[in-house]
């Protein structure tokens, strides 16, 4: 189905998501043995001169696509973003202190909970209302001078929800951006630290990537876990990295820089994402689950007028080669993930298929 | 130089570590579709069937080899054994209580730290007072039964010591089993815990491997931050794991199998070790840095008498397609680790090395 591999199928999977085939094809090429080291990336040291050049690469390629001044630190953690969650309040939120959360989904909610064992994460505010289908109205935050910092989830993978532009607040702003890092600009002066999870815009699962600016890094607490100390990955490489996982992130890193940097994959990703939208509000078959104005362009939840009839979707497209449509076991119905790797030609590929199903059922 | 890829040279690194040949070959073949899902492994969901089994197969595999029975969970977590010297006091050691720790090197000492920050992380022996070269007479541990758990590094790839027996103690025991899980049988009864970082010997790094026993799970601390509270991945899948790493851990685990399982590889791990340890043993110009009776089959580390000739030894050996025989920069001299995949013909060109470049410069 795929334009080049026959094998290779339209993958439309919330995370981990799909990969540019250029990189997988590159993997290829480099095992089992990598460059002049005798061995696959796997099995070279990660104090090698080898692997070092993989990491620097790697930081060198975000702080080119991203513009980060020297005031960045870029590190590479195991663990998942879910382990940010208590990482982030553990270095700067003091037992005694406050930090804001914006609660607009599942993982929001879990990054919340976890502040509130260590001080008190105070609640911003929420779209639990109406199954967090929508971004509050900034009017109506209850914002305080006191939050040390103030998180939110740039996109809501499983509600098909996104921040249409940075939350304009006075403390450092924190970002889970696991699943729209590098989908757009990013404007780095407001913010203190941002992670994301590898696992769909980036990479495969196994990494997580974290921007945290020096002077936020200074305001972290004392006697941290040192694993769990931010300072302690700033200051150098202190244990064995997830290297494989570093390895794909810069040659994933290499394909968005062919693909015209930030703003080039930008465009591709609005082409995309209008392209799927304007086929569901064209339609009276289809309907959109997120309201207009906090709609993502990462993740395109939907569904059909007529519910009987999605898993007969969801079994004939993947039938037609268009895998993972299904939506989150929470909220039902049908999600498209097109992650940056997502091709055009994949979202036409579902489009067409839409267009056939509303008229073979409509 | 590897009868089988010629571009494949003999690889020592004491970690990451080389891995089977087949199972690179096998990764190859798999990329970039996998099974039938029109994607590489990376790009399929965690909560697919087809990762679902490879998880399961792994664990099954892991069962099968080490005759686990029902009681103990195995999971599979990011951040590297380093985590674990965190999270295993915060799971288990009470802010007053105390856990022993067996002090044999670097490794060991970290966790030793990390305890100290929760409770008493208290001493029961070290071998520090000779740098590490040994590992300390049972007979004069101090040993306590308030103590919940004693923890101890089994192999220590620093310094090329082993413990050549499971330490017999009343509590239950901890161990960084990271550079000899799988290597050789385990006493499991003695055990609540075991973790390991896959590089060495079990699959690339990024993911820790962890067997924790039912009756040992039951006594760790409430209100624990979710991702470090092991009762939470023992209940489930609680956020994406390490997935490319999970299914290289698989087909080695099924590697193992083919090689006799853990009888097996302990007997070819001896052979190995035996012919380096013979061939420094029999000769005036090697020497050993560990006690005889501290020896380990994972990591042997040596020097030559004339220390000046060392840099020329490891350059000479990387031209002869030996890796990474240097050994670790706070010890110097040489050390060849080898872990289960390393070869025994690996090991038979290395001696073959050693004795050609004692008789040009002996």
Redesign the interface.
């Given at each position: 189905?795929n334009s080049i591999?026959p094998?290779?199928?339209?993958?439309f999977?919330?995370?981990?998501?799909?990969?540019p085939?250029a990189v997988?094809?590159s993997?290829?090429e480099e095992?089992?043995?990598f460059a002049q080291?005798?061995?696959?990336v796997?099995?070279?040291?990660?104090r090698s001169p080898e692997y070092i050049q993989i990491e620097a690469s790697a930081r060198e390629r975000i702080t080119s696509l991203l513009g980060l001044s020297q005031d960045w630190h870029i590190l590479f953690?195991?663990?998942?973003?879910?382990?940010q969650?208590?990482q982030v309040p553990?270095n700067f939120l003091p037992h005694d202190g406050q930090a804001g959360y914006l609660l607009t989904g599942s993982w929001a909610k879990?990054a919340h909970?976890?502040a509130d064992?260590i001080g008190k994460g105070r609640m911003i505010a929420s779209s639990a209302d109406s199954g967090f289908n929508y971004i509050p109205d900034p009017s109506l935050w209850d914002l305080s001078s006191d939050d040390v910092y103030v998180h939110y989830t740039s996109n809501n993978t499983i509600y098909g929800t996104q921040f249409q532009s940075t939350p304009d607040v006075d403390s450092p702003l924190v970002c889970d951006a696991s699943s729209d890092f590098l989908s757009r600009p990013i404007e780095l002066d407001r913010y203190g630290l941002i992670y994301a999870?590898a696992?769909k815009n980036i990479g495969?699962?196994?990494?997580t990537v974290i921007l945290i600016r020096d002077d936020f890094l200074d305001t972290r607490k004392n006697?941290l876990?040192?694993?769990?100390d931010y300072g302690t990955h700033a200051a150098k490489c202190?244990?064995?990295?997830?290297?494989?996982?570093v390895y794909?992130v810069e040659k994933v890193l290499d394909w968005l820089q062919d693909q015209g940097g930030i703003s080039g994959i930008q465009k591709i990703n609005h082409q995309k994402a209008s392209l799927l939208y304007s086929t569901i509000d064209q339609s009276e078959f289809y309907k959109g689950t997120a309201e207009k104005t906090s709609r993502s362009e990462m993740n395109v939840t939907f569904r059909l007028h007529q519910e009987d009839l999605e898993p007969v979707f969801i079994h004939e497209a993947a039938k037609h080669?268009l895998?993972?449509l299904k939506g989150h076991r929470s909220v039902g119905g049908m999600r498209a993930s097109i992650y940056n790797a997502c091709t055009l030609d994949s979202v036409k590929v579902l489009v067409d298929f839409m267009k056939d199903f509303e008229k073979r059922n409509g």
């Open positions: 189905m591999d094998n290779r199928l339209h993958n999977s919330a995370g981990p998501g799909t990969l085939l997988l094809e993997v290829c095992l089992p043995v080291t005798g061995s696959s796997m099995e070279i040291s990660h953690l195991g663990g998942g973003a879910s382990m969650f208590h553990l879990k909970a976890e064992q999870g696992q495969p699962a196994g990494v006697s876990p040192t694993m769990l202190f244990n064995t990295p997830p290297v494989f996982a794909i080669g895998l993972a």
